[in-house]
């Protein structure tokens, strides 16, 4: 049986007394992939913020596992661990090598054994084909390969949810396809859930179990992934795919 991890009910997400998201519904079972595509300005990274903990929410429930999280992201320092997040930019520590900045939060916050932890940083950064750039800086590194070592170090928390926000959309077209390999086999051989915006359509279209189609600060479809490009059921996610020169 399908084992859910997450699961959003009517929430309503407020930046003042404007609102930025509109009763949002939708769950994602364990090794899913959840895409969330739309328009600029739409809501996407405000989403994952908030299910990140990195924004409150006023009303509407998300559960993890089955269990309600507090709505006041203070609480949630446990919960975090378990999401593991990577951005548009790559807040990777600019003082601290690579291996350093792997090794941080599941030794400091999680307090696991560094030998253990830095032999399986070790083995991420081989799967990145970065294990040579271990000891140097972030400043010493592309955008890609930074990218590429936000992601590890997010999974050396092992995660049971990544969200990735936009994260080769700042990137030189080169280094997008290394990064998006990465995400894909992250899905093909790991089966971790994950939940992406993205503006890569062909890869969305690839990686898509579910597709969230926002506009507005509100889901207009929510569809299986192929479906969704084959046959979008509303006119504004049509008119979004044709703007999208794929
Ligand atoms: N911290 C904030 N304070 C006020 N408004 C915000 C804030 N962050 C985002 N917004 C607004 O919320 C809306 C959705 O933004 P965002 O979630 O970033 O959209 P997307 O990621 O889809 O481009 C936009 O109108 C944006 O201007
Ligand atoms: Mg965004």
């Given at each position: 049986m399908a084992e859910e991890i997450l699961k959003v009910e009517h929430l309503n997400k407020f930046y003042g007394d404007w609102q930025a998201l509109h009763d949002i519904n939708f769950s994602i079972n364990k090794g899913e992939v959840v895409t969330l595509l739309g328009p600029s300005g739409s809501g996407k990274s405000t989403l994952i913020r908030t299910l990140n903990g990195l924004e409150p929410f006023k009303d509407g429930r998300i559960y993890f596992h089955g269990k309600q999280v507090d709505p006041n992201p203070k609480t949630w320092q446990d919960l975090r661990q378990k999401i593991g997040m990577v951005f548009q930019s790559y807040d990777l520590f600019p003082n601290l090598t690579v291996l350093d900045n792997i090794l941080l939060a599941p030794v400091k916050v999680q307090g696991r054994d560094k030998?253990?932890?830095?032999?399986?940083?070790?083995?991420?950064?081989?799967?990145?084909?970065?294990?040579?750039?271990?000891?140097?800086?972030p400043r010493e590194l592309s955008g890609g390969q930074k990218q590429r070592i936000a992601i590890v170090r997010a999974l050396a928390m092992h995660p049971e949810l990544m969200l990735f926000d936009e994260v080769t959309a700042?990137?030189?077209?080169?280094?997008?396809?290394?990064?998006?390999?990465?995400?894909?086999?992250?899905?093909?051989?790991?089966?971790?859930?994950?939940?992406?915006?993205?503006?890569?359509?062909?890869?969305?279209?690839?990686?898509?179990?579910?597709?969230?189609?926002?506009?507005?600060?509100?889901?207009?479809?929510?569809?299986?992934?192929?479906?969704?490009?084959?046959?979008?059921?509303?006119?504004?996610?049509t008119e979004f795919l044709n703007s999208m020169d794929f």
């Open positions: 030998a253990a932890v830095q032999k399986e940083a070790l083995e991420l950064l081989d799967r990145v084909e970065l294990r040579n750039h271990a000891d140097a800086y700042s990137l030189d077209p080169e280094m997008v396809r290394g990064v998006l390999k990465i995400i894909k086999e992250l899905s093909d051989q790991d089966h971790m859930t994950m939940i992406i915006v993205t503006h890569e359509m062909n890869f969305a279209a690839k990686i898509a179990d579910q597709v969230l189609f926002l506009e507005n600060g509100r889901i207009l479809e929510e569809t299986p992934g192929q479906q969704f490009f084959d046959h979008p059921q509303t006119d504004r996610a």
